[in-house]
Nanobody, 125 residues
Framework: QVQLVESGGGLVQAGGSLRLSCAAS????????VGWFRRATGKEREFVAS???????EYADSVKGRFRLSRDSANSMMRLQMDSLKPEDTAVYYC???????????????????WGQGTQVTVSS
């Protein structure tokens, strides 16, 4: 079992930055692909970014060039650096871990078995 806890959300003005963190415990976190999803009010949960155990990353087109995902496997941490934030980035952000070790990155919410509780990010215009 993998437990995930997000932190770092908050309120920021458009153009600002935030850094989200996800702390993991349980299974050998370093071997799992992990990622971030977000859900805006009234919308479906959508993919943001994912990182493989090798460090390979995948990003949604809407955040490419603005967000950067990294992992610190030694400390079972994952971080999402979000720059040049826009009001449309406002959402609850969830970190997630894939269902199997040594998996590739994925933008499909159904490929993720473990989820955090979410952290609110609000970007004002």
């Amino acid at each position: 079992q993998v437990q995930l806890v997000e932190s770092g959300g908050g309120l920021v003005q458009a153009g600002g930055s935030l850094r989200l963190s996800c702390a993991a415990s349980g299974h050998t976190f370093s071997t799992y692909a992990v990622g971030w999803f977000r859900r805006a009010t009234g919308k479906e949960r959508e993919f943001v970014a994912s990182i493989r155990w090798t460090g390979w990353t995948e990003y949604a087109d809407s955040v490419k060039g603005r967000f950067r995902l990294s992992r610190d496997s030694a400390n079972s941490m994952m971080r999402l650096q979000m720059d040049s934030l826009k009001p449309e980035d406002t959402a609850v952000y969830y970190c997630a871990a894939r269902d199997l070790p040594y998996s590739s990155t994925s933008a499909d919410v159904h490929d993720y078995k473990y989820w955090g509780q979410g952290t609110q990010v609000t970007v004002s215009s």
